[in-house]
């Protein structure tokens, strides 16, 4: 029994959240929704984990629908790459909802708790889908999904602060656009090949690369992307969506949502479209590599400046999009297993950091750093995980912002790129400035009052702590997450997606 319910693993991590959220809304009771969402997030990470399990030493196993197979029917397709996407999301999603049942009572009306639950759970079945699925077109549906929920997440904390709404606005406005400017790519696309499926598609464009068609899509479909990673120019929506939705989703979106979307970019590039292409290697050189450095650097000089630290955090992931975006552009192994494995660190150490600062707020009401002066000593557990999760984004010694960095310099370094190195040296130095004003804060000022602030709860800590722990495990012990990233990044680089693959689930249909 057992084995025939793992054999369906790929379906399930989608099915069972996508099931969650209607049912969160069909009892209409936010214990219960709680615990189904809970439930069903536990379930899809054990199966992320099996499936990652499966497929660490290089295996590709493909699920056929209904078995029906592709390129006729809709076919999930897992390989290293995205299982270690899946692994993360699911592992973020099941420390959000503990965190967010306490964290959502001062910054969502009760009577809404039961529709965080439900969008909760379909912003986490959109994920999934993106990640897993080896449908082009069902990645724009996924995205969609996940879009959409995330919007309603992002508006529930006008709850708090009206403008969140304003929030939700852009980023409604300029996720659809990048959602149009993808769809509208896939159409040139499908145009141009006939087909849908990612496996197929690859093949079929193989000869294609004159063709004017497949360029414009190509070209819409990056551009598209653009939008839903942040890249730099294109994050205006990222800074008022993290500021202003409630904490918990600030936090799972920071840890989640702009790495999957990277995830779908390096899929399209060194999967879908040939590496060969010079189209593809003039994108990469002259697009994405000075977006990322001015990234690096623009963001970071502006997270400097920010007075709040949710604000201050959010320039900050556009800083370490940069870094990432560097990885892909340097087009090797190791710049991509570089964009791999800091695809997971940050998602530990930006997760914890949020969840700190949203226990901050639950106790104090603000996230403004002025108001925080002197909390070192009256929250030292909370002010303790900021303080390692700050050093992890410098890239100290001992964390994985460490581990991440160290990877990309050995990267430009293969590549003699000399200055680049200096580059990702010093935006990191950048990065002490606005990491110091926030310890500067907790610990050198006096506190501007004599309330008798406490300790953050548990529920709150628990998560955060996790995370941070996480993030010192993995920067001590990196040969695990760097032995994934690279045979990862292989997977991605020499198309081991592709390859035929290991046959999951229905068998003998039509």
């Known amino acids: 029994m057992m084995s025939s319910v793992l054999s369906h693993s790929p379906i399930l991590v989608v099915l069972l959240p996508l099931l969650a959220g209607p049912l969160c809304m069909l009892f209409g009771n936010r214990t219960i929704a709680y615990f189904v969402s809970i439930l069903a997030s536990l379930c899809s990470f054990l199966l992320s984990v099996y499936l990652l399990s499966l497929v660490s030493d290089g295996t590709v196993l493909s699920y056929h629908l209904g078995g029906w197979a ?4 809709i076919e999930y397709r897992v390989d290293a790459a995205n299982a270690l996407v899946l692994v993360i999301v699911s592992v973020i999603s099941i420390l959000t909802l503990p965190y967010a049942r306490k964290s959502i009572e001062g910054e969502i009306a009760e009577k809404h708790h039961t529709l965080f639950y439900a969008c909760f759970m379909m912003c986490f079945t959109g994920l999934m889908g993106v990640t897993i699925t080896g449908d082009a077109f069902n990645v724009f549906v996924f995205l969609e999904v996940s879009s959409l929920s995330t919007y309603v997440l992002v508006a529930l904390g006008a709850e708090k602060d009206r403008r969140a709404l304003s929030a939700a606005y852009d980023y409604l406005i ?14 040139l696309i499908y145009m141009a090949t006939g087909t849908l499926n990612m ?35 294109l994050h205006r929506w990222l800074p008022g969506a993290y500021t202003y939705a409630p904490s918990a989703i600030s936090a799972f979106l920071a840890a989640t949502a702009t790495k999957v979307a990277i995830y ?10 040939s590496t060969k292409f010079g189209f593809e290697k003039d994108t990469l050189t002259f697009i994405f590599f000075p977006l990322a450095i001015v990234a690096m650097f623009a963001a970071s000089f502006t997270a400097v400046y920010q007075v709040n630290l949710k604000r201050l955090l959010a320039f900050s992931s556009v800083a370490q999009i940069g870094y990432m975006l560097l990885g892909i552009s340097l087009f090797t192994v190791t710049g991509l297993s570089a964009a791999m494995v800091h695809l997971f660190n940050h998602a530990l150490t930006k ?8 226990a901050i707020i639950y106790r104090i009401g603000s996230p403004m750093l002025p108001n925080m002066a002197g909390l070192g000593r009256k929250m030292p557990w909370t002010s303790a995980a900021i303080v390692i999760g ?22 430009a370094l293969e590549q003699n790129y000399w200055l680049v190195s200096l580059a990702i040296v010093l935006s990191s130095l950048i990065s002490i400035v606005y990491v110091w004003k926030i310890i500067e804060q907790l610990y050198l000022q006096p506190a501007k009052s004599d309330d008798a602030i406490t300790e953050a709860p548990l529920s709150l800590l628990i998560p955060t702590w996790i995370l941070i722990l996480g993030s010192v495990w993995f920067g001590v012990n990196a040969e695990f997450t760097v032995q994934v990233s690279t045979t990862a990044a292989e997977s991605l680089f020499h198309g081991k997606f592709l390859e035929p693959a290991t046959i999951m689930g229905l068998e003998g249909r039509p």
């Open 390 to 411: 700050g050093l992890s984004l410098i890239g100290v010694p001992g964390t994985v912002g460490f581990v991440s960095k160290w990877v990309l310099l050995k990267a």
């Open 70 to 73: 592709p390129p006729l029917g």
């Open 174 to 187: 300029l996720g659809t656009i990048g959602a149009t400017f993808f769809v509208i790519g896939l159409g």
């Open 351 to 358: 997760g914890a950091l949020f969840f700190a600062i949203g």
């Open 264 to 273: 779908v970019v390096m899929r399209f590039i060194f999967l879908v479209f």
């Open 199 to 233: 496996v197929d598609l690859a093949e079929r464009i193989t000869s294609l690369e004159n063709n004017r068609t497949v360029r414009s899509g190509f070209a819409f479909i990056v551009v598209g992307m653009g939008v839903k990673v942040a890249i730099f120019p």
